[in-house]
């Protein structure tokens, strides 16, 4: 008896032969070597193919075989792209939209803390601690600041000594969640046959 067990998203490079190690995971109950061999040549970005087009496939090659599909009926293989290097443009672009980030962020912070009028609420928790009105807050305003940028470090994972950790930062997870509808859109729009 051979087991086929396809899996569900695979990534390949364009023009490559697909070979049955390649979208699927097979083993035989005797122990005997599994078969592996090509199936096709991806040309498409996306491909969806079919647990019976790929136990067909073994059913010529090993007629006398029996064959149990196991888990998903169907596999999506999809072009990885290569990864360029960044070029001095590449570098020129980062360091701008990084530059663009950061000055967009401090303009909304500095919005906030004038919506909610921070100097006074500095000076009435200076008033708290000490008592009197006092004019040089910056034994507030710099452990506060520094705070924030902690607090903004933690939350984003920046650390390196708790990079350690495998929890994902909110950004990544976002991503992740990004890619995954991403490829659900792919997956439907070649199902409705609209893909290329």
Not at 11 to 28: C, F, H, M, N, T
Request: a negative charge; one cysteine or more; aromatic letters at 10%.
């Amino acid at each position: 008896m051979i087991y086929v067990e396809l899996m569900e998203d695979v990534k390949l490079k364009p023009g490559q032969e697909v070979w049955l190690g390649d979208i699927a995971r097979v083993w035989r109950d005797d122990g005997v070597d599994k078969p592996d061999f090509p199936l096709f040549t991806l040309e498409k970005s996306l491909v969806k193919v079919d647990v019976l087009e790929v136990i067909r496939s073994l059913k010529r090659r090993l007629p006398e075989e029996e064959i149990q599909s196991v888990g998903s009926a169907f596999c999506w293989i999809q072009y990885e792209k290569e990864k360029k290097k960044a070029g001095v443009w590449g570098w020129t672009l980062a360091v701008m939209i990084a530059l663009l980030m950061f000055i967009g962020g401090g303009m909304a912070i500095l919005n906030f803390h004038e919506d909610v009028n921070m100097v006074d609420v500095h000076k009435r928790l200076a008033f708290m601690v000490t008592g009197e009105e006092v004019e040089n807050l910056l034994w507030v305003s710099i452990p506060y600041s520094l705070g924030l940028a902690g607090g903004i470090a933690i939350f984003f994972n920046l650390i390196p000594a708790m990079k350690k950790k495998k929890d994902p930062s909110p950004l990544e997870l976002e991503y992740q969640t990004f890619q995954e509808q991403m490829d659900d859109y792919k997956k439907t729009k070649a199902e409705n046959g609209d893909g290329s």
